[in-house]
């Protein structure tokens, strides 16, 4: 039973980083909407914030969802196919 407590509060510490992580990426964003620069790479706003969760101390990182997760956030946004890369307009 304690190592399940142990184990509950490891995920939920990992659950605050990742909340917090992804906070940091929404203000990157919006700080340079606010600089006039209105597309930006998904992969690159994705290995941010994989970068970001790994330098807190995050050993796993799930891929799943981030481009619906983004959106969510930026319900005005849309993404774009553009040659090779998935790219984010902000409207």
Not at 17 to 39: G, P, Q, R
Request: aromatic share 14%; glycine share 6%.
């Amino acid at each position: 039973m304690r190592k399940r407590k142990n184990s509950d509060g490891c995920h939920m510490e990992e659950k605050k980083i990742e909340a917090w992580s992804f906070i940091e990426l929404i203000n990157f964003i919006e700080y340079l909407v606010k600089e006039d620069v209105f597309s930006f790479k998904l992969s690159e706003l994705r290995h941010k914030y994989e970068d970001c969760l790994v330098a807190l101390g995050v050993q796993e990182i799930y891929k799943v969802c981030f481009k619906e997760k983004i959106l969510g956030y930026f319900p005005q946004g849309q993404v774009q196919n553009y040659g090779k890369h998935v790219v984010l307009i902000h409207d």
